[in-house]
């Protein structure tokens, strides 16, 4: 019998659960779990992945991604793409800038609610992971500050935040980052920051150039479409994005991943229609339930988050939703177990959630 044991901060690390799958449903599953565009990708990244993948799989793609970050620098209005890496999904950035920047003794900071990457990462490092208070499910910024201290390596903030769809505003973000101590790294996660329009999209951009500790990072997950791909990217600061590159695997985006992301970075007609259906429904699926009684929010990304009142009345309207075929996301190890967080689909799908949930408070 072997001796082999995990580090003790790896074995005390829980593991990120995922929106998973619905197994023996009658019929189609509304997949309403995972805030996937129910549009799937960009046609000009199917198309661009299907030249790839003719072209050849046995060379290696260019391991610095440079027409790659260039497309990226281009629709996104940055000068400097040497600024700008790239990565299988945004949740490898989380890990690597964690790695280059956090580790035993050190905290990583996050809200109380956040995405749950930003606790593996930190603890999978040996890091504390730290959580500030949240009121109303939002972060603020006098609680993100009164839960920095001299340990405090790296601050994790999403706006909007998965998975409740809260966000600060721009200007409350220039007020955090001006009060921050210059030893703390500060990264602003915007994933479902497309949701809200060029021009937010823009102002998050800047925020990387007003101070030298800041870091945006993005991902093709939501809006392009491109989840199963896995590719994100970050614009930061140039040292450290050198130090970044140094421990970064040299191909760790795939030749058919970074082509999707060429094709479609800079669709603006497919962004368009994806980000005004997700405006149109969003708002619908919060009227309706709102009208059912089930107290929602408004959200600033492309899920809604109703609320049930009970975590055992949210248990039964997730089975009810189960049985109908539909699968959303359970949120109690948020912190959050009278809630659940229901991804804006498709018109069809998004009826039908409406339509169970409908049925299920009037029974209930």
């Given at each position: 019998?072997?001796?082999?044991?995990?580090?003790d901060?790896?074995?005390?690390?829980?593991?990120?659960?995922?929106?998973?799958?619905?197994?023996?449903?009658a019929?189609?599953?509304?997949?309403?779990?995972?805030n996937?565009?129910?549009?799937?990708?960009?046609?000009l990244?199917?198309?661009?992945?299907?030249?790839?993948?003719?072209?050849?799989?046995?060379?290696?793609?260019?391991p610095?991604?440079?027409?790659?970050?260039?497309?990226?620098?281009?629709?996104k209005?940055?000068?400097?793409?040497a600024?700008?890496?790239?990565s299988?999904?945004?949740?490898?950035?989380?890990?690597?800038?964690?790695?280059?920047?956090a580790?035993p003794?050190?905290?990583?900071?996050?809200?109380e609610?956040?995405?749950?990457?930003?606790?593996?990462?930190?603890?999978?490092?040996?890091?504390?992971?730290?959580?500030?208070?949240?009121?109303?499910?939002?972060?603020?910024?006098?609680?993100?500050?009164?839960a920095?201290?001299?340990?405090?390596?790296?601050?994790?903030?999403?706006?909007?935040?998965?998975?409740t769809?809260t966000?600060?505003?721009?200007?409350a973000?220039?007020?955090?980052?001006?009060?921050?101590?210059?030893?703390?790294?500060?990264?602003?996660?915007?994933?479902?920051?497309?949701?809200?329009?060029?021009?937010?999209?823009?102002?998050?951009?800047?925020?990387?150039?007003?101070?030298?500790t800041?870091?945006m990072?993005?991902?093709?997950?939501k809006?392009?479409?491109?989840a199963?791909?896995?590719l994100?990217?970050?614009?930061?600061?140039?040292?450290?994005?050198?130090?970044?590159?140094?421990?970064?695997?040299?191909?760790?985006?795939?030749?058919?991943?970074?082509?999707?992301?060429?094709?479609?970075v800079?669709?603006?007609?497919?962004?368009?229609?994806?980000r005004d259906?997700?405006?149109?429904?969003?708002?619908?699926?919060?009227?309706?339930?709102?009208?059912?009684?089930?107290a929602?929010?408004?959200?600033?990304?492309?899920?809604?988050v109703?609320?049930?009142?009970?975590?055992?009345?949210?248990?039964?309207?997730n089975?009810?939703?189960?049985?109908?075929?539909?699968?959303?996301?359970?949120?109690?190890?948020?912190?959050?177990?009278?809630?659940?967080?229901?991804?804006?689909g498709?018109a069809?799908?998004?009826?039908?959630?409406?339509?169970?949930l409908?049925?299920?408070?009037?029974?209930?």
């Amino acid at each position: 019998m072997n001796t082999i044991k995990p580090l003790d901060h790896i074995a005390n690390t829980k593991a990120y659960v995922p929106g998973g799958k619905l197994h023996g449903a009658a019929g189609p599953v509304a997949m309403l779990a995972s805030n996937e565009n129910p549009f799937g990708p960009s046609p000009l990244a199917i198309e661009a992945i299907r030249a790839a993948a003719a072209e050849g799989l046995q060379i290696y793609p260019d391991p610095d991604y440079t027409a790659l970050r260039g497309a990226i620098a281009a629709a996104k209005g940055i000068g400097d793409p040497a600024r700008i890496v790239t990565s299988a999904g945004s949740d490898e950035i989380i890990h690597l800038l964690t790695q280059c920047y956090a580790g035993p003794g050190d905290e990583v900071l996050f809200t109380e609610h956040a995405f749950s990457m930003y606790e593996v990462s930190a603890r999978s490092h040996g890091a504390a992971a730290v959580k500030a208070p949240e009121t109303d499910m939002t972060a603020g910024v006098n609680s993100v500050l009164g839960a920095v201290s001299p340990r405090t390596k790296i601050l994790f903030l999403a706006n909007p935040n998965n998975p409740t769809g809260t966000m600060l505003s721009v200007e409350a973000l220039k007020s955090l980052q001006d009060a921050l101590p210059p030893h703390v790294l500060f990264v602003v996660d915007g994933a479902y920051s497309e949701y809200l329009g060029p021009d937010y999209e823009a102002e998050l951009r800047d925020l990387v150039d007003r101070r030298d500790t800041t870091v945006m990072m993005r991902t093709f997950s939501k809006i392009y479409g491109l989840a199963a791909a896995r590719l994100g990217w970050a614009y930061m600061p140039r040292p450290i994005a050198d130090t970044f590159q140094r421990i970064r695997g040299p191909f760790n985006v795939n030749a058919l991943a970074a082509a999707a992301g060429i094709a479609s970075v800079g669709d603006e007609a497919f962004l368009k229609r994806s980000r005004d259906h997700n405006t149109l429904w969003r708002a619908r699926m919060t009227g309706a339930l709102n009208a059912m009684g089930l107290a929602t929010p408004d959200s600033h990304a492309n899920f809604v988050v109703p609320d049930f009142g009970s975590a055992a009345r949210a248990a039964d309207a997730n089975q009810a939703l189960k049985d109908a075929g539909i699968l959303v996301r359970a949120i109690g190890g948020y912190g959050l177990p009278s809630k659940l967080r229901i991804t804006v689909g498709g018109a069809e799908d998004n009826t039908r959630v409406l339509d169970a949930l409908q049925a299920f408070t009037a029974k209930r």
